[in-house]
């Protein structure tokens, strides 16, 4: 008769591995949560940010201030460069009120080649941390989610990977996309960081120089007791060459749509 104690403890090997699954798991949410605190971070400081620093971060507070500003910059070029660059950085990161007076400020104390290279650094480096953010919170479920996807998702995700880089100059080009949604957009789709990244220091440059351009004749704007006029930016000179801009990064979609399939190539 076999010995019972040689038989191997089935159950005891389950239920071992059964703590062991359940001890994993527990292991893996740590992480999981641990991920989405960039995004919630984010998210609170642009709440608190567009209560409380929106009566600050105003041309009325840059021409009050402008004669310190104008005298930091002639002490101590550098020193304001990099305040400058961080303080849009963190404007940009966090969706924080006064984008646009940020952009203006640029040309208003760098000039209209510096500022522009300045406000296009800025941007763009507060543009891919806000990406990050995006991309390590929801980003990673959701791709996953479009990877597993069928229908009519499935057929635009595919779109979007055809088209990544047109769709991106788009994003940055066309003035009525909210910069923090071409921010945040790309993240939760999936695009490539690199692509990202340059074609937002690229898309963002004909908005920079209008922009900075304005900033360059603000000291006048402030003499005259005035406020810069950001309607000029829907001026036909203006807006023309950004849209003619935009039909250019769309035409290579609308090309690939009219060439003929190639044959055999969806056998």
Not at 29 to 46: H, N, Y
Request: aromatic share 8%; net charge neutral.
């Amino acid at each position: 008769m076999p010995d019972q104690s040689d038989q191997p403890d089935i159950g005891d090997n389950s239920q071992t591995q059964t703590t062991a699954d359940e001890s994993g798991g527990r292991g893996e949410k740590k992480p999981a949560l641990t991920r989405f605190l960039p995004l919630v971070l984010v998210l609170v400081v642009a709440v608190i940010g567009a209560m409380t620093l929106g009566d600050y971060l105003t041309f009325e507070t840059l021409r009050d201030n402008r004669v310190a500003l104008l005298a930091f910059r002639d002490d101590n070029y550098l020193g304001l460069v990099g305040l400058f660059v961080l303080a849009y950085v963190v404007i940009v990161v966090f969706s924080l009120p006064g984008a646009a007076v940020a952009s203006v400020t640029g040309g208003f104390l760098f000039g209209l080649v510096a500022g522009t290279v300045f406000n296009v650094l800025a941007a763009t480096v507060g543009a891919v941390g806000i990406f990050l953010a995006a991309r390590w919170g929801l980003g990673a479920m959701l791709t996953h989610r479009l990877e597993t996807a069928e229908g009519r998702v499935r057929i635009l995700k595919q779109a979007l990977r055809e088209n990544e880089i047109e769709v991106l100059l788009l994003l940055r080009l066309v003035p009525a996309v909210p910069f923090f949604v071409a921010n945040l957009l790309p993240a939760l789709v999936g695009v490539k960081l690199i692509n990202f990244l340059w074609t937002t220091a690229v898309g963002i440059i004909p908005g920079a120089v209008v922009f900075t351009w304005i900033g360059v004749g603000l000291g006048a704007v402030f003499d005259r007791g005035e406020t810069p006029d950001l309607s000029i930016l829907w001026e036909p000179f203006v807006i023309g060459p950004i849209l003619g801009l935009c039909v250019l990064a769309a035409l290579p979609i609308l090309l690939k749509k009219r060439r003929p399939a190639t044959p055999g190539k969806d056998q």
